[in-house]
Every structure is written in structure tokens, then in C-alpha cells.
């Protein structure tokens, strides 16, 4: 008697299931819209509470990546006498606000939102100025980065009360702790660049130079 061919009368999806050949130029529907919350995973807060701090973190994260990319533009851009301190000390900041940034966006796909990734979403949805393509000189730059960290703070702090007030600890944990510190601390080494102070020579009254 012949062997049975056991995959003569297998469905189609079984026969040929496995195949090298990558599927490319696949489009679907999505699934989960931009502006919503899933209820996937039991954290104790109700949808609206989720919903709202989904979407005044996702302004948080558009500001923030934002200044992210400002401090790299200066990075490449800056100019002048002190070039080398301030080229090491934008890229630092840099780094330190990339992680920010996947802090809050994964806080934000935690609580069950989607968050803000693509550059033309990011540049509709953020509150600080755009800045020009060109180079500007150094004070302007410093005093950008000041003004965009200055908006940070602000709804940092705003954000932390609401969720308090709303029982969310993890998202006023991560808008003090994460955020806000890290902001506070690159606002004081940015601000002394822009202290007149003089370089080699006080100006207090009475000094004799020396001979």
C-alpha cells in the first residue's frame, strides 16, 4: 500500500506557512488610535485620570524632545572662544535629555496611551520657538535652551501637582524626580555661561598691577 501523502489535503495556510521570502509593503488599519488608553494592564487608575496624564505627558515629551534636538543643533553650531567646553557639555545634555524622553514615552505607553514619536507630530505639538536653520552666536543659543527649559519646568511642576492630586505617584515620581531635577541642573551650568564675569583680571577697585 502507497503512503499516504499527509500533506496533500493540508489547508493552504498550513502547506506553505513557512517561506523565506520577507512580506514587504504591508499596510493595516492601527491598532490603537493615537489619543486613546487600552486596558491592558490592572494599575488601579481610572481611564480619565490615564487619558489626561497621557495627554499632558505627551506635551511634556514633545517639549522635551524638542530641547533634546536644540541641544544638538547648538552642539554642531556653536562658535567661538569657547567652543570646545560648551561643543562636550551640549552633547552631555543631550545625552541626559535622551533618556528623559524614553522615560516619559514609556510612561506614557504604561499607563496605556501611545506617545508622540515623529518629528512633524513633535514640531506641531510643542511649545518652544523654533529656531532658525542657521548658526547663531553663543548667547542666543544658551538663551534659547534656557527658554525651552524654562517651559519644561513649568509644566513639570504643574504636572506633578495634577497628578498628586489625582493619585497618579508614578507620573509625579517621574515628573519631580526624573524630569525636573534633571532640567534644574543643566539650567545652573548653562546660566553661569552667560555671567559677565572677567577672565584674567578683577575688576575691584584699588588693585595695582604688578610690574
Not at 514587504?24 to 488610535?33: D, F, G, N, T, Y
Not at 552633547?91 to 510612561?107: G, L, N, P, W
Request: aromatic share 4%; glycine share 4%.
Amino acid at each position: 500500500m502507497a503512503k499516504k501523502d499527509l500533506n496533500a489535503k493540508a489547508p493552504a495556510s498550513v502547506r506553505g506557512s513557512v517561506s523565506a521570502q520577507p512580506h514587504l509593503h504591508q499596510r493595516a488599519a492601527e491598532i490603537q488610535k493615537y489619543g486613546t488608553v487600552s486596558h491592558l494592564l490592572p494599575l488601579d487608575l481610572e481611564e480619565p485620570v490615564r487619558l489626561e496624564m497621557t495627554e499632558q505627558l505627551n506635551l511634556l515629551l514633545a517639549d522635551t524632545i524638542t530641547l533634546r534636538d536644540l541641544y544638538k543643533k547648538s552642539h554642531w553650531q556653536v562658535a567661538g572662544p569657547t567652543f570646545y567646553q560648551l561643543h562636550l557639555l551640549f552633547d552631555k545634555h543631550y545625552e541626559e535629555q535622551s533618556e528623559i524622553v524614553d522615560t516619559i514615552a514609556e510612561r506614557i505607553q504604561l499607563l496605556g496611551g501611545i506617545s508622540i514619536a515623529m518629528a512633524a507630530d513633535v514640531a506641531e505639538t510643542t511649545r518652544i520657538e523654533r529656531p532658525p536653520k542657521g548658526r547663531e552666536e553663543v548667547p542666543v543659543q544658551i538663551s534659547r535652551l534656557l527658554d525651552a527649559h524654562q517651559i519644561i519646568i513649568g509644566s513639570c511642576r504643574k504636572l506633578a501637582e495634577r497628578a498628586d492630586k489625582l493619585g497618579d505617584a508614578g507620573t509625579n515620581d517621574l515628573a519631580v524626580s526624573d524630569v525636573l531635577r534633571a532640567n534644574e541642573l543643566q539650567v545652573w551650568f548653562l546660566s553661569e555661561h552667560l555671567v559677565d564675569a572677567p577672565l584674567v583680571r578683577a575688576e575691584e577697585t584699588g588693585l595695582r598691577s604688578v610690574s
